[in-house]
């Protein structure tokens, strides 16, 4: 039987390069040497510092700060930040080949640590100079965490319409009202938070970074999650929270847009994230149908499974192209990146997700144990379909770039 270590095995033969991996499903084709380097690197850090854990990380549910404070020392917690704040200054597409390969170690953990980089991008990308040198350092080093509050337990895909109200008084804002289902949540230092500082609509909505320990913030409860169970979720709660004025990004009104163009890039950093438990899964299933047997022969013989991983193979592949190519266009500012954006983690998370589940079945009665890796992989990308824009809005921003064209 292939047991839990398949999952450290498996992300080893990913470390390792090409050996053992079929080239039609190899991540590295196409990439640049540097790309290569990148990627190795991540690789590296995924199969010696994340997989040997992924289970008990899982298990416990425990928030892996240590961990992920050694990948920032290889530059993963400002990956696509500038350099002169600690970023790596690293494009959209090496972020998304990086995230990938992170997520065959622990996609939970890797998929936080998205949205941390996403949070560090729009404080340097929308913060004064003053802003940026405040608290982009401590946070690509991930001394500091970040986490993004935009959701609301009223305003989940209605995201303009959230009621989290900032009222300002002298040099401060006076926040009041919640934020629901935030990654991080407690357990992080900065919480970059959408809030209405004006009238109704996107045009009534500004972005303030408020600071753990801030008067009047407090937490919700640690909700109970399928997946996701490296990453704490709480509530985020706002009673007459003041926060300077010189916290806000950008101008009054901005917030909106800030947000929305903080999620094209964690689009493409989720789909990624669901790229690499897809391509671990394929691994795993392609371990399991050569060493299971039965009715006398192994599982890989028989051609109703062979076909099944080649069509898992096929999304893989596809998923990964569509990916990069948002990455690319978002990384040369094309008109039409956002769009791409949204296509890419809509084809790639609901593709990758059927090959998680492909991969389970593949290992029958096995594959619904905690002691098989597949289960994690099913359990903690599930989620990808719902966040950072739920699929169905993905189709209705897809649609309607069609229909105004």
């Not at 900032?166 to 040099?171: E, F, L, M, V, Y």
Request: hydrophobic share 40%; with cysteine; charged share 20%.
């Amino acid at each position: 039987a292939v047991a839990w270590r398949a999952a450290p095995r498996l992300a080893a033969r990913l470390a390792l390069g090409r050996r053992g991996i079929a080239s039609c499903i190899d991540p590295s084709v196409g990439l640049t040497e540097d790309q290569k380097e990148f990627q190795k690197v991540a690789l590296d850090f995924a199969a010696k510092e994340m997989a040997p854990y992924m289970a008990e990380w899982d298990e416990k549910e425990i928030f892996p700060v240590e961990t992920m404070r050694k990948a920032a020392q290889l530059g993963f917690g400002g990956i696509y930040v500038k350099p002169d704040v600690g970023g790596s200054g690293l494009s959209r597409l090496d972020t998304s080949i990086i995230f990938e390969a992170l997520s065959t170690g622990c996609t939970s953990t890797t998929a936080y640590m998205s949205i941390h980089n996403m949070c560090v991008w729009m404080i340097d990308t929308f913060g004064s100079e003053e802003q940026r040198r405040r608290f982009c350092p401590s946070l690509c080093s991930m001394e500091k965490f970040a986490s993004y509050c935009l959701t609301e337990p009223g305003s989940g895909s209605d995201a303009a319409s959230l009621l989290t109200s900032a009222q300002r008084k002298g040099d401060t804002y006076v926040l009041n009202g919640s934020k629901a289902f935030i990654s991080g949540g407690g357990d992080t230092d900065v919480y970059v938070v959408m809030c209405r500082t004006g009238g109704p609509g996107p045009k009534g909505i500004s972005c303030l970074v408020v600071e753990k320990g801030t008067p009047g913030l407090s937490f919700g409860k640690k909700e109970r999650k399928v997946g996701w169970n490296s990453q704490p979720t709480r509530a985020v709660i706002f009673e007459d929270c003041a926060v300077p004025v010189g916290n806000r990004l950008g101008s009054e009104g901005q917030g909106f847009s800030i947000a929305m163009q903080g999620l094209n890039g964690g689009r493409i950093n989720i789909a990624s994230c669901s790229l690499g438990a897809a391509h671990a899964s394929v691994l795993l299933a392609q371990e399991h149908l050569t060493v299971r047997k039965q009715f006398g022969e192994p599982l890989a013989n028989n051609q109703y499974l062979q076909f099944g991983l080649a069509e898992m193979a096929t999304r893989l592949v596809a998923a990964r192209l569509m990916v990069r190519n948002a990455a690319r266009a978002l990384q040369d500012g094309r008109e039409d990146a956002a769009v791409l954006c949204s296509m890419a983690k809509l084809f790639a998370t609901d593709e990758c997700f059927l090959i998680c589940n492909q991969a389970l079945q593949m290992h029958g009665g096995y594959g619904y144990l905690k002691d098989y890796a597949v289960q994690q992989f099913v359990r903690d990308i599930r989620v990808h379909q719902i966040l950072e824009g739920t699929n169905e809005v993905m189709r209705m921003i897809v649609a309607r770039n069609l229909l105004q064209g």
